[in-house]
């Protein structure tokens, strides 16, 4: 078989397998694609897409379940069983954290996976796998959050603090299992001029947890496409992924259409509405949905069509990501002078290289 046929062989096979999972029809003809996909390169695109816990909950069907190879289903099985039980771990962290940082007069509010530990949409505990927990704080009180989690035994190890950065240093702990960030903002340039911190904040609701609080649906809803479109720079270079379309399609069935609306309108005209719109389409053709906005822009449209053919190709994704991180970090150095300092002083410690170019080759090569 060919490189491309593999390619979309195994693409066509994660989706079955994540349709499956969030309770979304499948015909019995696209259960029959699965036999075509091979194992290890189903894992590959799964991983690299965060999904490969969620389609576990698809083996559940028996059709499926004699599609897959028997090893398969066992290791599918075995990583959404270590997923729950890391994301228990993940909850008690969170709630620690967030107990900390209020009992030392900060107002914390927890965002996008880090809210499923407490007040899931997902059907399942083991379906959302989190990298890190991001929580937000106020700006004038980041120094304090920092010190409140260091007292506790977290560490920025030796990390840099750059205040241009939406967030403080990955914070860890020895005992727990993954890196706190301490948000300041939610997102980049247009992103957090169409929401403010100071928004989220005020129009955010009590979580299930006394110990913090959730954004509202609303905000949750563009936090998700501004993460995505503008925070990782997924917009320019028509990069995917999958979670993002899971996490879409499950907070979806909470929003009502008003609130679609309200949060379309408040993009107006901009690009930011074709980010939106894009967004919106891109994940209804990946899952077989409607667009959940109900309607979608050309641009956006024309979009989504660039980008899911553009799934097919990880190469080009990958020279994207590269002249794209490229032209951003060059952009930075020109227009920012304390930036331009800290890189110059970066440039010339090996470790603080190596770091940064094993981060981003990590990146480049995982992607498909």
């Not at 228990?88 to 954290?97: D, M, P, S």
């Not at 990298?131 to 920025?156: N, R």
């Not at 959730?214 to 270079?237: C, E």
């Not at 994940?283 to 906005?293: D, I, M, N, W």
Request: proline letters at 5%; hydrophobic letters at 45%; aromatic letters at 6%.
């Amino acid at each position: 078989m060919r490189v491309g046929a593999h390619r979309a062989a195994t693409l066509k096979a994660v989706l079955v397998l994540m349709r499956r999972a969030l309770a979304l029809p499948v015909d019995l003809e696209d259960v029959a694609t699965l036999t075509q996909a091979c194992p290890n390169r189903l894992v590959k695109v799964a991983s690299a897409h965060s999904v490969l816990n969620l389609i576990a909950a698809a083996t559940e069907d028996a059709d499926i379940k004699e599609c897959l190879d028997p090893d398969l289903v066992a290791f599918l099985h075995e990583m959404r069983a270590r997923n729950h039980t890391r994301n228990k771990a993940l909850k008690t962290q969170l709630i620690e954290a967030c107990r900390c940082l209020q009992q030392s007069g900060i107002s914390v509010v927890a965002l996008k996976g880090a809210v499923e530990l407490t007040d899931p949409m997902y059907p399942h505990a083991a379906d959302r796998f989190l990298s890190d927990l991001d929580v937000l704080v106020p700006a004038a009180q980041i120094d304090a959050a920092i010190a409140a989690l260091e007292a506790t035994g977290y560490s920025t190890r030796g990390a840099g603090f750059d205040r241009q950065s939406i967030h403080a240093p990955a914070l860890w702990h020895e005992s727990h299992p993954a890196a706190i960030e301490l948000h300041t903002a939610v997102s980049w340039g247009r992103g957090n001029a169409m929401l403010p911190a100071a928004t989220v904040f005020r129009q955010s609701i009590p979580s299930s947890e006394s110990s913090f609080r959730i954004p509202a649906l609303s905000d949750r809803l563009k936090h998700l496409v501004f993460h995505a479109q503008i925070n990782s720079g997924r917009y320019r270079s028509h990069w995917f992924l999958l979670r993002d379309a899971a996490d879409l399609h499950v907070l979806s069935q909470a929003v009502p259409p008003e609130t679609w609306a309200e949060a379309r309108a408040c993009l107006g005209e901009t690009d930011a509405a074709s980010m939106f719109d894009g967004f919106l389409a891109a994940a209804a053709r990946l899952l077989g949905t409607s667009p959940a906005s109900g309607c979608v822009s050309s641009q956006g449209d024309a979009w989504a069509k660039k980008t899911l053919s553009r799934l097919m190709w990880p190469e080009l994704h990958r020279w994207d990501a590269l002249t794209g991180t490229s032209h951003y970090y060059l952009r930075r150095f020109i227009s920012n002078p304390g930036l331009r300092r800290k890189y110059l002083r970066d440039v010339v410690q090996p470790a603080t290289v190596k770091d940064f170019a094993s981060r981003h080759l990590r990146t480049l090569r995982g992607y498909q």
